[in-house]
């Protein structure tokens, strides 16, 4: 049975209602038939309906959470019955791909997208996942779930090799690699027991819109806003680093234990945060040595505080809880083991994401690769 009809009956009632509400308005987008529903929009919708935990700003593996269950979220076009649709970038690692073998690449793109699934299973606490699709056609809407498969790495067969890419089976499912985008693509194929829904396609949704707004029913979205509602903090350092070669340092931050000096616990770490986070949004953060929340993926709460000279560092109390967490079970890192940049690289991410919950509670979570340099216009 499918995921969302193992929820309550007004829930799945409430979900469909919200896509065909969106698919009316189609016509805002252009003139085709086909349902016209922008991923995120699909995807808050999802979270909307089932309560589920939202992920769609980490841009991990999963989109969505229901208890144990990670979600990947998909809505395509699939005029023919199926689509082949992205399911991991490697941009960060192109490089490195571009100089192996065909033979290896699809292995070395294997491994990574099994442990990027697994990284995001430890982070969230994950015991298995799906993929929740909303396959469009004319006039039509097609719900359906499917295997959030691994790629069977002794089960591959190169089926086509081409200028700009490869295509690969591991006989459970297809793959795509594009050479140019460094993007794995898998081939997603419609059912025919799916859930289907009819759309009506309003043919003027301006007026629409328009009468919800003067009997003011249309309201003003609240947007998170940067240095007020979230924070983006780097896991390298940006003293160090130059362009695309980031560099995490042997001996500070998340690998503090490793500083001389003094004799070091094996967990003593912190996360850096950079002067001009400070000068830009000094109220962001409580003051210095200020117990507060912290808010890890798998609900649990640890205490931490903003400390050390120029509040450079958000540590944890015990220091321990952070570096059990974060590079234990989550980074699966050894103790003595040296954090290096090119292990966030494998995982696609370089970053974290604090959001502000109130002055007590704060929400961490891992942002991917580039993060930190895409907030760096809000900085001044």
């Avoid at 808050?44 to 979220?73: E, M, P, Q, V, W």
């Avoid at 649709?85 to 997208?113: C, G, P, Q, T, Y």
């Avoid at 699709?133 to 039509?140: D, H, T």
Wanted: aromatic share 12%.
């Amino acid at each position: 049975m499918s995921l969302i009809l193992k929820q309550n009956k007004d829930e799945y009632n409430l979900y469909f209602s919200y896509l065909k509400a969106v698919s009316a308005l189609s016509r805002l987008f252009g003139d085709s038939n086909v349902p016209y529903i922008y991923y995120r929009i699909a995807e808050n919708i999802f979270c909307k309906s089932f309560n589920a935990h939202n992920l769609s700003r980490t841009d991990l593996a999963y989109d969505a959470i229901i208890g144990k269950i990670g979600i990947g979220l998909k809505t395509f076009i699939s005029l023919k019955g199926n689509s082949l649709e992205k399911i991991a970038e490697f941009d960060k690692l192109s490089s490195e791909l571009r100089d192996l073998s065909v033979n290896d690449l699809v292995l070395k793109l294997s491994n990574l997208r099994n442990e990027r699934i697994n990284f995001a299973k430890r982070n969230y606490g994950l015991e298995k996942g799906i993929y929740h699709c909303v396959a469009r056609r004319e006039n039509l809407i097609q719900v359906f779930e499917t295997k959030y498969d691994y790629i069977y790495s002794d089960s591959i067969k190169i089926t086509k090799r081409y200028k700009s890419g490869i295509h690969f089976s591991d006989g459970v499912n297809t793959y795509t690699f594009n050479f140019a985008k460094s993007t794995l693509f898998k081939r997603f194929y419609t059912p025919e027991n799916s859930i289907k829904i009819q759309i009506q396609i309003l043919d003027d949704p301006y007026s629409a819109i328009l009468e919800l707004y003067q009997k003011g029913l249309v309201v003003r979205k609240i947007f998170e806003v940067p240095g007020v509602d979230f924070m983006i903090l780097p896991l390298y350092s940006l003293r160090l680093s130059r362009g695309e070669e980031k560099v995490i340092p042997e001996k500070s931050g998340l690998n503090q234990w490793n500083a001389g000096g003094r004799e070091r616990n094996l967990g003593e770490v912190y996360i850096p945060i950079p002067a001009i986070i400070h000068r830009s949004f000094p109220l962001f953060f409580p003051p210095r040595d200020v117990l507060f929340n912290l808010h890890i993926p798998t609900n649990e709460v640890l205490s931490a505080k903003i400390c050390q000279e120029n509040n450079k560092a958000l540590m944890t109390n015990p220091n321990k809880a952070l570096s059990d967490w974060l590079l234990r079970k989550v980074l699966k890192l050894k103790e003595g083991e040296l954090l290096t940049y090119y292990k966030l690289k494998i995982l696609g991410i370089d970053s974290i994401r604090l959001q502000k919950i109130d002055r007590n509670n704060y929400k961490i979570d891992f942002a991917k690769s580039g993060s930190f340099d895409d907030f760096r216009e809000y900085l001044n």
